[in-house]
């Protein structure tokens, strides 16, 4: 089995946003892949970032028991890492030593944690590697 892709709140976003243009589309056939593959993961952090945009900052917001079921589908779906005190060391230090926001910080440090090599979000720089995972991403 080959190491599972970490999918960001950008991109689950976009899977369920109407943009007008490609990214919608990209972002769901990245998704579907990864799950077809049962190579997905995601932590408790993005599944929460996920339902608080969709419910809030979406033009056609899903309503919030279509988007808890969402949430519930990635549950059962992806490898999830969880947000543990455990989880805290390895975001502070990308965060201090890398000048990333503790958010970003934290999502390359589930991703590690996962061990997933690839993170696809569109909050990072394309191609660069950060720890032991390359940032790519499925929107450009």
């Known amino acids: 089995m080959t ?5 960001d709140t950008t991109i689950l976003v976009y899977a369920l946003a109407d943009t007008g243009d490609e990214r919608p589309a990209r972002a769901r056939a990245l998704i579907e892949t990864l799950l077809d593959e049962q190579n997905a993961a995601v932590s408790i952090q993005v599944l929460k970032e996920v339902y608080a945009v969709a419910t809030l900052k979406l033009k056609e917001p899903p309503a919030r028991r279509e988007a808890i079921s969402i949430i519930k589908d990635l549950l059962d779906a992806c490898r999830v890492v969880d947000d543990t ?9 990308l965060a201090s030593t890398r000048k990333l926001s503790i958010w970003d910080a934290s999502v390359i440090a589930a991703a590690e944690a996962a061990g997933c090599r690839e993170l696809y979000t569109e909050d990072l720089t394309h191609g660069a590697t950060i720890g032991s995972v390359q940032i790519k991403n499925p929107l450009r």
Do not use: I
């Open 3 to 7: 190491a599972p892709g970490f999918v």
């Open 85 to 93: 005190l455990p989880q805290l060391d390895r975001p502070l230090h």
